[in-house]
């Protein structure tokens, strides 16, 4: 399959400062690709490689598989639209959206023809003519948005645009942006550092740590399947748990690690025990763990805190070994501090994670 967009060996430097190491990705002609990390990863600068705003140190940016490292944004074929939404104040709505198909020398009625649908897509035509500071910063960001889409381009670069907005307007605005994906079936680059909005929006995610990615898949491999500490302690709450594996085996022949005071099955395929000694880190999420009797589990602890998070309850164990575990919990089981429990899980849901 080819490719919508590819950055190959793309690097930047700013003096000795190295913003983005030598990258490559690929991004297909309809996807929703993210760019997801921590502040200064390096997210900002491969986007605007990709825009062309931003020039690389070395390696080259393909759009349908042609060389535009050296081409201006302008004729990429990309929009973009940015946090700050940037419209013009003295411009109406309408005229706002209408600006970049005029400066594109579209007839009078192109440009009606896009402005009026573009409007109608973000559901903001009855607003055509205010003036921005007549509108909330939602529906500012939904002008921004229009104004992008109204020359249709196929390609569209989106940095952290709901950044501004409130956590209840931004989760209103993910699922539109959405829609909006569905419907104009663009390539979709989407930066944010924000994981719940990464995992909810993307077909894809790249993550970003330090200049370089560290794990590019799906929302799912990213949770299920982390290939780093990293990447496992960015998305979802992890239980990381350390320890070294056990020189016998479990008893249906599966490597067992000794962590937080038990033994703790491993998926059969978890890897062939290295040196004793060598310490391993297993991946354990909240939402894995069954509580029983707590004999009966892998691991047992003693309950710390409940916290209550509406659809579900958190219970926060302290185990024997002094490690703290935080597990899922349903309210029907009324948890309460001070009670001793046991954990079993089944050992397909843990994932061993490389240092
Ligand atoms: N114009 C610049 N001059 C010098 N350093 C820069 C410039 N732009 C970005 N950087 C540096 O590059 C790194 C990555 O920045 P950026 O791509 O903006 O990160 P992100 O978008 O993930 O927060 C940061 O350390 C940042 O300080
Ligand atoms: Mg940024």
Redesign the pocket.
């Known amino acids: 399959m080819s490719s919508k967009l590819e950055a190959i060996g793309i690097a930047k430097r700013?003096g000795d400062?190295v913003?983005l190491e030598p990258t490559d990705l690929a991004v297909q002609a309809g996807e929703f690709l993210t760019l997801l990390?921590p502040?200064?990863?390096?997210?900002?600068?491969l986007l605007q490689m990709i825009s062309g705003l931003v020039a690389p140190s070395a390696g080259r940016i393909e759009i349908d598989g042609r060389d535009v490292t050296h081409v201006e944004p302008g004729k990429r074929g990309i929009g973009m639209v940015f946090q700050s939404y940037a419209l013009f104040p003295h411009m109406s709505v309408w005229d706002n959206v209408a600006y970049g198909l005029r400066m594109r020398r579209k007839s009078r009625e192109e440009v009606r023809a896009a402005v009026d649908d573009a409007l109608a897509m973000v559901r903001m035509s009855e607003f055509a003519r205010r003036f921005p500071k007549e509108l909330s910063g939602g529906q500012q960001q939904r002008i921004a948005l229009a104004r992008c889409f109204a020359y249709r381009p196929s390609v569209i670069l989106l940095d952290e645009p709901l950044g501004a907005l409130d956590k209840k307007l931004r989760e209103h605005m993910q699922s539109e942006i959405r829609r909006l994906h569905k419907e104009l079936g663009a390539t979709f680059v989407y930066?944010t550092h924000d994981q719940d909005e990464a995992l909810t929006l993307s077909d894809r995610i790249c993550l970003?740590n330090q200049?370089r990615i560290e794990q590019v898949g799906t929302p799912a491999d990213l949770y299920d399947r982390p290939a780093t500490r990293f990447a496992a302690g960015f998305i979802g709450h992890s239980n990381l748990l350390e320890g070294a594996l056990d020189e016998t085996r479990g008893a249906r022949g599966e490597p067992i690690l000794l962590a937080a005071g038990g033994r703790i099955p491993l998926p059969m395929n978890a890897g062939a025990p290295t040196a004793s000694a060598a310490r391993h880190t297993l991946l354990l999420r909240p939402e894995a763990p069954r509580l029983v009797e707590p004999q009966d589990g892998f691991v047992d602890g003693t309950i710390a805190d409940v916290v209550f998070f509406g659809s579900d309850t958190r219970v926060q164990l302290s185990m024997n070994d002094g490690s703290e575990l935080t597990v899922r919990c349903e309210r029907s089981l009324s948890p309460r501090i001070g009670d001793r429990v046991g954990l079993v899980w089944d050992p397909y849901r843990t994932t061993l994670l490389h240092a």
């Open positions: 700013y400062a913003a990390g502040s200064g990863s390096g997210k900002t600068t930066v970003m200049a």
